[in-house]
């Protein structure tokens, strides 16, 4: 079992759906959680950070950290077509070498007008 | 600032032969590594660096060298390409270590091995 595990998807959507994506770990260390968008043909680029628990939103987009649970949701709201891309889930902790995000597979997003 | 950079942005090679993938930042990072993504695998680590001739291992390492002479490069070489070595690769830094600020990642290589 991955350490972090993201369900790949494609998830599809009309335009103007809330979306919801996840991502479960295992490893009870991680303290920061980050939320990383990728379109086709380019370098993943950060969307959200957050560390520890609780909730962060920045315009439309909405993350979520349940570490009792060990489960991080990031929530689009009015998704758009722009949006459609591959988002990626990283978490990392803190010290030592545990600073090295691990990442989750990623999935595939798909807005259609 | 330019950020990432990495060179060639696509490269077709024959198995057996060798080449250096090549990444440079200007924002003064320490710490840099290489992934590679393969579909339906995600991001997986090559090898990293935090800091000018300090390198370790990552998930994935056998096949690659790196170095690290100087804080802006950190070129990646596959020493006999195999066709399993067929992938895209991409270059991060990241703030200074303890902080777990962002990755900025490159564009990417997309390298072909038959």
């Known amino acids: 079992q991955k350490e972090v595990e993201q369900d790949p998807g494609p998830l599809s959507v009309p335009e103007g759906a809330i979306v919801s994506l996840n991502c479960t770990y295992s490893?009870?260390?991680?303290?920061?959680f980050m939320w990383y968008r990728q379109y086709s043909r380019k370098g993943p680029e950060l969307l959200m950070y957050?560390?520890?628990?609780g909730n962060k939103e920045d315009g439309r987009f909405t993350a979520q950290v349940d570490k009792s649970s060990k489960y991080i949701s990031l929530f689009i709201r009015d998704s758009q077509p722009s949006d459609s891309a591959t988002y990626l889930c990283?978490?990392?902790?803190?010290?030592?070498?545990?600073?090295?995000?691990?990442f989750g597979r990623g999935t595939s997003l798909i807005v259609h007008p | 600032n330019a950020g990432v950079t990495q060179t060639p942005k696509f490269q077709v090679l024959k198995t057996g032969q060798s080449m250096t993938l090549q990444c440079a930042q200007d924002?003064?990072?320490?710490?840099m590594s290489w992934y590679r993504q393969d579909p339906g695998m995600g991001l997986r680590l090559i090898h990293y660096?935090?800091?000018?001739?300090?390198?370790d291992q990552g998930e994935v390492p056998n096949g690659y060298n790196v170095s690290r002479s100087t804080t802006e490069d950190f070129p990646l070489r596959l020493l006999s390409a195999a066709p399993s070595q067929t992938s895209v690769y991409f270059c991060?830094?990241?703030?200074?270590?303890?902080?777990?600020?962002?990755?900025?990642f490159g564009p990417g290589t997309r390298l072909t091995v038959t």
């Open positions: 991060a830094s990241k703030k200074p270590l303890g902080s777990n600020y962002e990755q900025y």
């Open positions: 490893n009870s260390a991680f303290q920061y």
């Open positions: 957050t560390y520890s628990s």
């Open positions: 990283a978490m990392s902790g803190q010290g030592g070498g545990s600073y090295i995000p691990t």
């Open positions: 924002m003064n990072h320490e710490y």
């Open positions: 660096s935090v800091g000018a001739g300090i390198t």
